[in-house]
């Protein structure tokens, strides 16, 4: 698989990587241990060197990745994050400098590793100055306990704060052909700064896929429950995207993730997007995406033809909204 470049952090990473939430955490029943193990090891044989995880997902999924990747571990760059009152996101906010030290602690021992190679903030944390958050990372940074430093769903504010501390490597948010926001203000920071962008539901929570629909029920422990954009009322409003999304990968001959994937890829050469799943077809198929080439003719006809179609439904509860672009 190509690779790319986090911005101007030097830290280089495939092109595509793996997001491991969902292999224990926020899509239903977790999957087995030795199912997850074999997924991710099924992702680096195919090239995937970029995974995500975070403290947040529970303490089994560092603990999958830290063991699915120790035997390799040193071709492989690993992402987690902290931010949450003990690790727990409906307990509230955390990212006291003490608190970021002992998850730092925490997650190198679940991932078998001596050092962690982002380390994300997962949340702007309005008690906690960015400064010392920032500060607190760089000093783990000097002790050869962290690569390099990562915010997710910050704002421009936030971003510019903590970069002048330390420099900030990577910033990830959602951003999909059906949640272009980070477009707005959040890209054009990042370029300046030389700070590369890691989209996370890169393919809409699954339903850019084709996969979902109004008559689609989710389990009980789904979190997309919980997502006014994944109501049924919305989801038959948003089929009219995923069928302009299928009739635009129709015309090039694959898939609708794949064209959902190399839109972002086509965007800008410092953007990883990190598709999740547990399904070892839809893996190869998300890998498959990177093979897929978008001319800027073809990136400004898909994006003109995603804004003639309004989405329906916000992208979170009221009460996750209120964490995002601090």
Not at 178 to 185: D, G, I, K, Q, V
Not at 206 to 226: H, K, M, P, Q, V
Not at 269 to 285: A, N, S, Y
Request: neutral net charge; hydrophobic residues 45%.
């Amino acid at each position: 698989m190509q690779k790319r470049t986090l911005g101007n952090s030097g830290l280089e990473v495939s092109a595509i990587g793996l997001g491991c939430m969902g292999l224990s955490f926020g899509y239903g029943p977790a999957t087995s241990t030795r199912d997850a193990v074999s997924l991710i090891r099924a992702a680096h044989e195919r090239g995937v060197t970029f995974f995500d995880t975070a403290e947040a997902y529970g303490a089994i999924n560092e603990q999958i990745v830290g063991e699915a990747l120790a035997p390799v571990r040193g071709q492989v760059v690993i992402a987690t994050k902290f931010g949450f009152r003990n690790g727990v996101p409906g307990a509230g906010l955390d990212s006291r400098p003490e608190r970021i030290r002992a998850v730092a602690e925490a997650s190198l021992r679940n991932l078998r590793s001596e050092r962690i190679d982002l380390f994300y903030q997962h949340r702007v944390d309005p008690d906690v100055p960015i400064e010392d958050v920032a500060g607190a990372v760089a000093d783990l940074v000097r002790a050869g306990k962290v690569g390099h430093f990562g915010l997710s769903e910050a704002g421009v504010d936030s971003i510019r704060r903590a970069h002048a501390v330390h420099p900030v490597a990577a910033m990830q948010s959602e951003y999909s052909l059906w949640w272009r926001e980070p477009e707005a203000e959040v890209l054009p920071v990042l370029e300046e700064l030389g700070i590369g962008f890691v989209p996370f539901s890169p393919l809409g929570k699954g339903f850019l896929t084709g996969a979902i629909d109004e008559n689609t029920a989710f389990d009980s422990s789904d979190f997309r429950n919980t997502v006014p954009r994944f109501s049924v009322e919305a989801r038959k409003a948003n089929a009219r995207v995923v069928d302009l999304v299928k009739a635009l990968a129709a015309e090039k001959g694959v898939t609708p993730a794949q064209i959902a994937l190399a839109w972002l890829l086509a965007r800008k050469p410092w953007i990883v997007p990190i598709p999740g799943t547990t399904k070892l077809h839809r893996l190869e198929e998300n890998i498959g995406a990177a093979r897929v080439e978008l001319g800027a003719a073809d990136v400004a006809g898909i994006e003109a033809a995603i804004a003639a179609v309004p989405v329906e439904g916000a992208r979170y509860p009221g009460h996750l909204q209120k964490l995002v672009g601090k």
